[in-house]
């Protein structure tokens, strides 16, 4: 059964770093993109970038290059979303995503992790 | 703003069928046949619904159909029922952007 189990609710302030992580089991973690999507409150989902395991090339939404880091772990199958710097703005719910074989959409999510920053 | 289009909001009553579209591009929708939807309740994580255009993942139920013409995809709902509330967004394949991958805005179904 695959599974992608995110790491737990974070409440940070403005200026602090953060890494949050997404542990995946049942399938084989270096085959398959896996990505972070990112939800506002009362707003939609936001691709911020992705990650491929087997050969850890990353790509990034041009909205969210150079304001977050993407990485993964194949010794642990865990992929990471990380910030050196939060930002109020940056108070929503983070979801790790698998995308399907070939160009297929996601078809795994994980649960979601909250970050609250706020002063 | 989303790369792909969907209405704000639509309504059906129980029992009745509801169609939620999703206009795109001929770099997305109408180049490629990796359209998905998704169906998200408050509080919850999404969940594919429709994968490839019109395939149904194990354990979805056969109401949920999808379809595809031209840049436009659509997710139609037969049977309405009160669970089937929820936000619904449609994804696409896209070759213009290295990211490969869009969301459309979402689609808040409302089962009155």
């Known amino acids: 059964e695959v599974q992608l189990m995110q790491s737990g609710a974070e409440v940070k302030k403005p200026g602090e770093s953060l890494r949050i992580s997404c542990q995946v089991s049942g399938y084989t973690f270096n085959n398959y993109w896996i990505g972070w999507v990112r939800q506002m409150p009362g707003k939609g989902l936001e691709w911020m970038g992705i990650i491929y395991p087997g050969d850890f090339d990353t790509r990034y939404s041009p909205s969210f290059l150079g304001q977050v880091t993407i990485s993964a772990d194949r010794s642990t199958t865990t992929a990471y979303l990380q910030w050196s710097s939060l930002k109020a703005s940056d108070t929503a719910i983070y979801y790790c995503?698998?995308?399907?074989?070939?160009?297929?959409?996601?078809?795994?999510w994980g649960q979601g992790t909250l970050v609250t920053v706020s002063s | 703003q989303s790369a792909l289009t969907q209405p704000a909001s639509v309504s059906g009553s129980p029992g009745q069928s509801i169609t939620i579209s999703c206009t795109g591009t001929?770099?997305?929708?109408?180049?490629?046949?990796?359209v998905s939807w998704y169906q998200q309740h408050p509080g919850k994580a999404p969940k594919l619904m429709i994968y490839d255009v019109n395939s149904r993942p194990s354990g979805v139920s056969d109401r949920f159909s999808g379809s595809k013409s031209g840049n436009t995809a659509s997710l139609t709902i037969s049977g309405l029922q009160t669970e089937d509330e929820a936000d619904y967004y449609c994804?696409?394949?896209?070759?213009?952007?290295?990211?490969?991958?869009?969301f459309g805005g979402g689609t808040k179904l409302t089962v009155l």
């Open positions: 995503a698998r995308h399907g074989s070939g160009r297929r959409g996601v078809d795994y």
């Open positions: 001929t770099s997305d929708i109408g180049s490629f046949t990796y």
């Open positions: 994804s696409s394949y896209t070759s213009s952007t290295k990211l490969g991958c869009v």
